[in-house]
T-cell receptor
Framework: TQLLEQSPQFLSIQEGENLTVYCNSS?????LQWYRQEPGEGPVLLVT?????EVKKLKRLTFQFGDARKDSSLHITAAQPGDTGLYLC???????????FGEGTQLTVNP | NAGVTQTPKFRILKIGQSMTLQCTQD?????MYWYRQDPGMGLKLIYY???????DKGEVPNGYNVSRSTTEDFPLRLELAAPSQTSVYFC????????????FGPGTRLLVL
């Protein structure tokens, strides 16, 4: 199984601040997904990045896939309390059938 | 459409008891997955299926069994419950391979005492 490490594990910031969450591996992934999970619910897909160096934007969220397809980052601009949740990265293993999930980053945005 | 449904929502088991966690999807997805999530952690793959009649082990299959007799249903069986199986269990489905979006159910919270 290919491993993914997320950092930081916990992040507590004030409304309006910027933040970056990192997802790193020593393995190459065919694609990488970012999910957001709220308490008591299942994860919901935010974005999928496929090409090395790819950058995708979703309103105030910017996702980047590393050139070597071993790492990814999520940057949130001007965080809002509604951004609070557990952010999970997940890499598509080379078999194409399954995802490997990182341990998650618990983000709390205080008003 | 209901998407992915899971039953029960919550269950308490005694050590050594057995139970089946139900998962049904109405999106005609070929791929289905079972994950477990321990508090504050990511998801670990237990078993997955790429189509009816086909199942394969994930990262943490010990103590669990699955079957996939239809496209819609993917039940997860715990034969001899142990405290280490206390967790939240999520079922997910996807249209094709892992690059496609996985749609998750609401989860089953299991407590083994």
């Amino acid at each position: 199984t290919q491993l993914l490490e997320q950092s930081p594990q916990f992040l507590s910031i004030q409304e309006g601040e910027n933040l970056t969450v990192y997802c790193n591996s020593s393995s190459v992934f065919s694609s990488l997904q970012w999910y957001r999970q709220e308490p008591g619910e299942g994860p919901v897909l935010l974005v999928t990045v496929v090409t090395g160096g790819e950058v995708k934007k979703l309103k105030r969220l910017t996702f980047q896939f590393g050139d070597a397809r071993k790492d990814s980052s999520l940057h949130i601009t001007a965080a809002q309390p509604g951004d609070t949740g557990l952010y999970l990265c997940a890499g598509e293993e080379t078999s194409g059938s399954r995802l490997t999930f990182g341990e998650g980053t618990q983000l709390t945005v205080n008003p | 459409n209901a998407g992915v449904t899971q039953t029960p929502k919550f269950r308490i088991l005694k050590i050594g008891q057995s139970m089946t966690l139900q998962c049904t999807q109405d999106m005609n997805h070929n791929y289905m997955y079972w994950y477990r999530q321990d508090p504050g952690m990511g998801l670990k793959l237990i078993y997955y299926s790429v189509g009816a009649g086909i199942t394969d082990k994930g990262e943490v299959p010990n103590g669990y069994n699955v079957s996939r007799s239809t496209t819609e249903d993917f039940p997860l069986r715990l034969e001899l419950a142990a405290p280490s199986q206390t967790s939240v269990y999520f079922c997910a489905s996807g249209r094709r391979g892992a690059q496609e979006t996985q749609y998750f159910g609401p989860g089953t919270r299991l407590l083994v005492l």
